[in-house]
Antibody, heavy 119, light 109 residues
Framework: QVQLQESGPGLVEPSGTLSLTCAVSGGSISTYAWWSWVRQPPGKGLEWIGEISNSGITKYAPALQSRVTISLDKSKNQFSLNLSSMTAADTAIYYC????????????WGQGTLVSVSS | QTVVTQEPSLTVSPGGTVTLTCDSNTGAVTSGNYPIWFQQRPGQAPRELIYRTSDRHAWTPARFSGSLLGGKAALTLSGVQPEDEADYYCLLYCGDLWVFGGGTKLTVL
């Protein structure tokens, strides 16, 4: 059973860049089709940030496209999220998720990590 | 830009039936939007219940069913249990990207 674990700073300064990593265990990152990032501001709904395929193709939400980069590190069996020009509006729980091929869903998620933007 | 709309809140009695819907501002939701439904309890990560409109995972109770209804994606809960009280989110594939609905807070009362 594949497990995912997010890691990164819990606090980012305004205008700074967030860097998060999602470590994948229990299976190879190359085995599954896509890997995704989703966030949830406190008390609010879910927002899809973007995803990366196991061959490195990326897709991003239009509202975040200018600030976001998702990358893959097969040697470490992990993928990462970078989000620049952070503001208080980016304060959220950030989740990583595994996405199956043929639209078979997002069955596996990390527990999420809270990132606050403050000086 | 696609906006996906869900009922903000619904209330259902234990043992009752309730249908949550998921609508798109760009037109009717179809199987080509590959609708997904998640359940999220407080303090937990989302848990996928339904994918590809109506497919269940092994962990999805049989009382949860997905469908297309009147141009929307729908999640129906039959024989609602107290533990079904949670937030429910739909996710649609729109123009090669994924878009979440705003979520429905389901109260079992």
């Amino acid at each position: 059973q594949v497990q995912l674990q997010e890691s990164g700073p819990g606090l980012v300064e305004p205008s700074g860049t967030l860097s998060l990593t999602c470590a994948v265990s229990g299976g190879s990152i190359s085995t599954y089709a896509w890997w995704s990032w989703v966030r949830q501001p406190p008390g609010k709904g879910l927002e899809w940030i973007g995803e990366i395929s196991n061959s490195g193709i990326t897709k991003y939400a239009p509202a975040l496209q200018s600030r976001v980069t998702i990358s893959l590190d097969k040697s470490k069996n992990q993928f990462s999220l970078n989000l620049s020009s952070m503001t208080a509006a980016d304060t959220a729980i950030y989740y990583c998720a595994k996405v199956l091929s043929n639209f078979q869903g997002f069955p596996n998620w990390g527990q999420g990590t809270l990132v606050s933007v403050s000086s | 830009q696609t906006v996906v709309t869900q009922e903000p809140s619904l209330t259902v009695s234990p043992g009752g039936t309730v249908t949550l819907t998921c609508d798109s501002n760009t037109g009717a939701v179809t199987s080509g939007n590959y609708p997904i439904w998640f359940q999220q309890r407080p303090g937990q990560a989302p848990r996928e219940l339904i994918y590809r409109t109506s497919d269940r995972h092994a962990w999805t109770p049989a009382r949860f069913s997905g469908s297309l209804l009147g141009g929307k994606a729908a999640l129906t809960l039959s024989g609602v249990q107290p533990e079904d009280e949670a937030d429910y989110y739909c996710l649609l594939y729109c123009g090669d990207l994924w878009v979440f609905g705003g979520g429905t807070k389901l109260t079992v009362l």
